[in-house]
């Protein structure tokens, strides 16, 4: 019995070391993720920051309301370069959700690869564009024969605003329409 007892009384003790290095790993290994985590959520919210904005120019733009009328089509067209190279050279920071949104609201805006040289065209109807004082009848190039149904617009970039929400930590329940 003095053995069985000896041998107890020297396993627990060592059973408790065990647990408890075990356990302290696996609180360090929690701590560096959410430090890790609420790093990569202040960049994202750094780049948001960068194309925010933009975004909503060419929002707005495409369905001619706010502040739309103060763009001329190659502002647009020149935006929406700047936020490709700002996604594309920060697309490790994305989920594949935000990236592949992001695509679909840029493809629902934008008609690409027309031709070698030419630049995107804007896919939005140009009544209102035609009816301002400073129509320029060269803009007219600059849109897409085949534009964009202005709920389709609407709709990508809700879906885009709720993936960029769900990345910075905040989680919206979807919508019965989204």
Do not use: C
């Amino acid at each position: 019995m003095d053995i069985i007892d000896f041998a107890l009384s020297s396993a627990t003790p060592i059973i408790v070391l065990i647990l408890g290095i075990w356990a302290k790993n696996i609180a360090i290994d929690y701590e560096r993720r959410a430090t890790l985590s609420g790093r990569i959520i202040e960049k994202r919210v750094e780049i948001y920051e960068k194309i925010g904005e933009d975004l909503n120019d060419i929002f707005v733009f495409l369905l001619q309301v706010g502040d739309w009328k103060k763009f001329s089509p190659a502002q647009i067209i020149e935006k929406k370069r700047h936020l490709d190279k700002l996604m594309y050279v920060s697309r490790p920071y994305w989920s594949d959700s935000v990236f592949l949104s992001y695509n679909e609201f840029m493809d629902s805006a934008f008609e690409t690869y027309t031709e070698i040289g030419e630049d995107a065209k804007i896919k939005t109807v140009t009544r209102k564009f035609e009816k301002l004082p400073n129509w320029n009848e060269e803009w007219r190039k600059q849109f897409s024969k085949s534009p964009t149904e202005l709920s389709l617009l609407a709709q990508n970039y809700t879906t885009l605003m709720k993936h960029f929400s769900s990345e910075f930590g905040y989680y919206q329940k979807p919508s019965k329409d989204h």
